[in-house]
């Protein structure tokens, strides 16, 4: 046994000896690692797998890109694949008056005199429902007196032949020389569905010795309900 282990150990120094004198024991011990092994993790993804010919996709559908629907279900109105638009649907119903309300003072009622004309051009309002006119007006006038007295003409404003209340002026002069005024006046009335019409009503005081009204403008708007 103790014969045996020399040669043992010499036959041992030999194939090591043999291996590193040959290219093969060269290759063992300079083993190089091939570069693919290096990159083998980028195996994961692909460099072009997210890509279709080359091309990315996209939700904007720019050049040289593959559009994709969006959210809303559609492909990008820059692409010029939606279709036309269509034609425009029924008219709907009319809504419900608006919530608009309107009020004035009440001071000056033209019924305050008996001796009142209709005078100038008349203007209608209609109403889908009842509400509340917002009715208004403008005049401009001459007015001369007896000499050396004070005289006045009075004007109002009337829907449907009803005064408006508030809206009572007066126009005051004096003497010969006379005076070329104009004034405005608006006023508030509640009134039902339908057309209504409004104009001015005038009369004139003692002492008037001539008159002119020169110009006379009217106007409403309805506000809906009252």
């Known amino acids: 046994m103790r014969q045996r282990a020399p040669l043992v150990l010499s036959i041992t120094a030999l194939v090591v000896a043999v291996l590193a004198a ?26 072009n797998s997210n890509k279709l010919n080359s091309h990315r996709s996209t939700l904007r559908g720019l050049a040289g890109t593959i559009p994709v629907v969006g959210a809303n279900g559609k492909l990008p109105a820059s692409i010029g694949a939606v279709g036309p638009q269509g034609p425009a649907g029924a008219k709907g119903d009319r809504g419900p008056a608006g919530p608009t309300y309107g009020a004035s003072t009440a001071v000056g009622n033209p019924n305050s005199y008996t001796n009142m004309a209709e005078i100038g051009d008349t203007v209608d309002v209609r109403f889908d429902s009842a509400g509340t006119l917002f009715a208004f007006g403008k005049v401009q006038y001459v007015l001369q007196c007896t000499a050396n007295q ?25 003497g010969t020389v006379g005076s070329f005024e104009n004034f405005a006046v608006f006023g508030t009335k509640a009134v039902s ?23 006379i403008n009217v106007g ?7």
């Open 22 to 47: 040959t290219p093969f024991g060269h290759a063992t011990v300079g083993a190089v690692v091939p570069p693919f092994s290096k990159t083998a993790g980028f195996a994961r993804l692909a460099d």
């Open 150 to 174: 004070q005289c006045s003409r009075h004007y109002g404003l009337y829907v449907d032949g009803q005064q408006i209340q508030g809206t009572l002026i007066e126009a005051f002069s004096f």
């Open 193 to 215: 569905a339908g057309t209504h019409t409004i104009r001015f009503r005038a009369g004139n005081n003692p002492n008037v010795m001539s008159f002119q009204d020169t110009t």
């Open 220 to 226: 409403g708007i309805a506000l809906g309900n009252s």
